[in-house]
């Protein structure tokens, strides 16, 4: 009779393993490695099934192999994809699958696969042995071998333990700049505190410094070592003015190490070599001119990175000083794995918002009131949203704003804890009051408070928010005092007012919400996202099922580039570039002596993102060209002045234009990206037979505003199915001939270019000045659509220079002339398909 799998264990697999020395506290068994991924129906959270390993194999402590168990009618190997599986996920090199009749193993140190007779199961030393041969250290006094402090009753999930191990490791093989990137909410604070206290109980170090850029972060990490109180007292020191050099624990912010303190910084008045450890906690947006000069200084200590992101274009110095990390652990894999709450969102547009902006002119006529300031006299004719509380104050746009939102949280429970990123200050101020006001029925004073460093109790207020327990404060307005860093499990809502183009930022915001909270029961959150942030998600964010790579391309194209200072002339300091190569992929300019450099670009014109802190941001094309023939671009920026009064423009007419909840789990009863690109393709295909019918409907005026009615009212919506393809400045028509036809999605950038590469003949063969107004006016397309595509674009400011509308009219030689001009541009625009490239 065959042998269940139990029996299998107890009666075959057991026996061998013993028998090869392997004692019971060396072996454990139904190792829970996963809490099993929450999902969603409708908003009622469920958990799968955790991952649990049969055995996993340790030598003091320190797991060494992980072996999976069929029963007697499978073949020998039929568990070794399993056992490989778990082995990687915890960082081990030996991989075991058995029937009980025998083995079968995988070493990852020789990348070797051998069938094993069941006697000649490895013993301990034999693994041991193989490791120490690799390099290994497992050796007695090993810090890897120390115990993990677990009086706190913390038990360290398995990507902490192998995040601890890799970098004690590399510690031990030399290595001393360590970067660690794990998502906001996995515990880079235990991390590091278990690291620290590895290395210090086994004599390896002596003095420690935790090094932050926030008062509040320095605090929570003081508090997260309180485990090294012992009975000879507490060795932490808090570093506020002075630098004792009596204590073994240092916390500390930068800015107060950096200060002058009697004629010098603060970390000068110690010797280099006074800290042996140094932990850099939320890296990524620390200044890195400041907290390098700090590492520079104590440059023989092991440097341990914290970040919560991958690399990006504002995190590029951060990568260029620490490396590569020598662990990721991703927002998407937290979330797969059971540790991170899911989340939802709910993405909102209103009708400026759709429309990429204000026309002031066309407010004013329609009844707004525009107010300016005294002294101000470049009122441009078109506000972008990003420009919104910024450059002009819209209150009716923040106002139904306020209204849909306290709608969105009335019809879920008000009581949910929330926080609102807004543009500035004042903003925030604004966004507070309007939503204390909408929620004033519930009898609180406090439901609305505005956390800001302008705040005289901000600390007060956060406290108070962070507080699971506390009823109020319900509501938090904020600029980005919340958006890194602190630790509030109980948030459910994360609301985006303000438009967000740092990947960096997005994620870090994104990651308030990331935390259970079993106080309140919390296993999911919401992003209610009214500025198109949520474009910024990407395979770092999603579960592991949903991440996709594209293939890289064999580009050879190089750009220099240097940027100034327009004022002074000098090197604008910290700046920085990315290129755009192709659609959703971006090549950051790296730092090479006084300039900035990338490579492994396509060969054309590309647009270039420049900027630097305190400066004004530039986009400009520059060609990228082999690197024997790149030559030097310079490029000014100019320092951002002084805030001036704002615009303000009242009486805009503002209504929600549509509104979608996305869930990241398809058995949700919301429509899922999936699910939602599926209904839209079926009622774009209902509408349009080909392609070829695409560019007709495309390029008749009428037909394409008929069709888009049409598919709004069913709720399909250009823009949406842009962003969730990853392009969300994509050309319409693109958008759909990609979704229903499988045609190629350009942005509209793209589609620009090509026009000017493969209509240089054309172009050439007009005047001059008609040569150059037809280039503007395909830059008008690229910025807004081909809906610019028509007379009142001559309005903008860029067609000025030719007199205007009527000038321009006269220079083509009358309106039939310009009419046909915009019919020619847009042919060329899109192209019959024989003639596409």
């Known amino acids: 009779m065959t042998l269940s799998e139990a029996d299998t264990r107890a009666k075959l697999i057991d026996p061998a393993v013993t028998k090869a020395g392997w004692d019971e506290p060396q072996i454990r068994r139904e190792v829970q490695i996963t809490q099993g991924r929450l999902y969603l129906v409708g908003n009622e959270p469920h958990r799968r099934q955790p991952l649990y390993a049969d055995y996993v194999l340790s030598w003091e402590g320190v797991p060494l192999a992980v072996l999976e168990a069929k029963d007697e009618a499978h073949h020998v190997a039929a568990g070794l994809q399993q056992a490989k599986k778990y082995a990687e996920m915890l960082d081990v090199r030996f991989a075991y699958s058995s029937n009980g009749r025998g083995f079968v193993e995988f070493d990852y140190v020789e990348n070797t696969e051998r069938v094993l007779k069941v006697t000649q199961f490895p013993r301990p030393r034999d693994l041991i042995e193989r490791l120490q041969r690799q390099g290994a250290l497992l050796r007695s006094g090993d810090p890897l071998l120390y115990p993990y402090n677990t009086t706190a009753g913390l038990l360290p999930r398995y990507y902490q333990d192998v995040a601890v191990r890799r970098a004690i490791s590399a510690a031990g093989a030399g290595k001393t700049r360590l970067l660690l990137a794990l998502a906001t909410g996995t515990g880079k604070t235990y991390i590091a505190s278990q690291i620290a206290w590895k290395l210090y109980q086994t004599k390896r170090i002596k003095r420690t410094l935790f090094l932050a850029d926030r008062v509040f972060l320095r605090d929570q990490a003081y508090n997260n070592f309180a485990f090294f109180v012992g009975p000879a007292g507490d060795p932490r020191y808090v570093v506020d003015g002075e630098l004792s ?94 540790f991170l709450a899911t989340y939802k969102v709910h993405k909102v547009r209103t009708n400026l918002d759709q429309a990429g902006g204000v026309n002031v002119e066309d407010a004013i006529i329609s009844g707004a009131e525009l107010l300016v300031p005294q002294g101000t006299d470049d009122i441009k004719a078109f506000y972008s949203v990003t420009e919104f509380e910024k450059k002009i104050s819209l209150p009716d746009w923040t106002s139904k704003i306020c209204e849909h939102l306290a709608s969105t949280l009335n019809a879920g429970n008000p009581m949910d804890r929330t926080i609102v990123f807004c543009v500035n200050m004042d903003h925030a101020l604004e966004v507070r009051q309007r939503l204390q006001n909408h929620f004033a029925h519930l009898g609180f004073s406090d439901f609305a408070v505005r956390i800001v460093s302008e705040e005289p109790y ?59 909270d079993p106080v309140i029961d919390k296993k999911w959150f919401r992003i209610i996202d009214y500025t198109n942030a949520t474009r910024l998600f990407d395979d770092w964010d999603r579960p592991a099922e949903d991440a996709a790579e594209l293939p890289p391309e064999p580009w050879r194209g190089m750009i220099r580039l240097q940027v100034l200072d327009a004022e002074t002339a000098e090197n604008a300091p910290g700046a920085w570039a990315i290129a755009v190569a192709a659609p959703n992929q971006q090549v950051q300019l790296v730092p090479r002596s006084n300039e900035l450099v990338a490579t492994g670009l396509p060969e054309l014109d590309l647009a270039v993102h420049i900027g630097a802190p305190n400066y004004n941001g530039r986009r400009i094309r520059l060609p990228a060209v082999r690197e024997d023939e790149a030559e030097l ?48 393709k079926g009622a774009l295909q209902e509408r349009i037979e080909d392609r070829a019918d695409l560019r007709k409907t495309w390029l008749d005026a009428e037909r394409r505003t008929i069709l888009l009615a049409e598919l709004e009212n069913q709720g399909v919506h250009i823009g949406l199915m842009a962003d969730l393809k990853g392009v969300h400045d994509a050309d319409g028509h693109d958008v759909i001939g990609n979704l229903a036809f499988a045609g190629p999605l350009l942005r509209r950038e793209e589609r620009a270019q090509t026009f000017r590469n493969h209509n240089s003949v054309w172009l050439s063969s007009l005047p001059p000045q008609h040569r150059e107004i037809a280039l503007e006016l ?28 009527v000038g321009v009219v006269r220079i083509l030689g009358g309106s039939d002339a310009l009419d046909g001009l915009l019919r020619a541009i847009q042919e060329r625009l899109y192209p019959p398909l024989k003639e596409a490239a």
């Not at 459910?492 to 960096?504: A, D, E, L, M, T």
């Not at 490029?635 to 979608?660: Q, S, T």
């Not at 996305?662 to 999936?674: F, K, P, Y």
Request: aromatic content about 10%; charged content about 25%.
């Open 778 to 805: 395909v830059s008008t397309y690229q910025d807004g659509g081909i809906n610019q595509l028509k007379r009142q674009a001559l309005k903008l400011d860029r067609f000025k220079k030719f007199g205007g509308a």
């Open 633 to 680: 671009a310079v490029v000014e920026l100019r320092p951002v002045k002084e805030r001036a009064e704002r615009i303000l423009l009242k009486g805009v007419e503002v209504e929600i234009a549509n509104e979608v909840i996305l869930t990241v789990d398809a058995t949700g009863q919301q429509m899922t990206a999936t699910e939602y690109l599926a209904y839209a």
């Open 245 to 338: 050099p009596h204590a073994e624990l240092y916390f500390g912010i930068y800015q107060s190490l950096y200060a002058d303190h009697g004629g010098k910084q603060l970390f000068r008045h110690v010797p280099p070599d006074f800290f042996d450890l140094i932990i850099v906690d939320e890296c990524h947006r620390s200044g890195f001119g400041t907290w390098k000069e700090i590492l520079d200084y104590f440059g023989g200590a092991v440097q341990v990175g914290l970040t919560a992101t991958p690399k990006r274009t504002d995190n590029v110095d951060t990568y260029a000083y620490f490396g590569e990390p020598i662990y990721s652990y991703s927002l998407g894999q937290g979330i797969t794995d059971g």
């Open 458 to 516: 901000s600390s007060t207020l956060l406290e108070e928010f962070r507080d699971s327990y506390r009823k109020t404060p319900v509501i938090a307005t904020t600029v980005d005092l919340l958006s890194t860093g602190v630790d509030i499990p109980s948030v459910r809502n994360i609301v985006f007012i303000k438009p967000v183009g740092s990947v960096v930022v997005f994620k870090q915001i994104v990651g308030r919400g990331t935390r259970l």
